[in-house]
């Protein structure tokens, strides 16, 4: 798994576990190194991708 594809699970993760985009974004942008709108886009991606599946 690419380092890529390692943050954008982590991000979705998180994002399960709380439960709320804003909240999510709060804890996430003291975390990790991206802007809050990349970790927004993450999240987007990953709620497409489990969409399809």
Known sequence: MSYTETMINYV???YNLIGD???TLD???DEI???REEIKEMIE???D???KN
Do not use: P, V
């Open 12 to 14: 979705l993760e998180q």
């Open 21 to 23: 985009m804003e909240e």
């Open 27 to 29: 804890f996430l942008e």
């Open 33 to 35: 190194n991206f802007t």
């Open 45 to 47: 991606a990953g709620i």
């Open 49 to 51: 991708q489990e969409r």
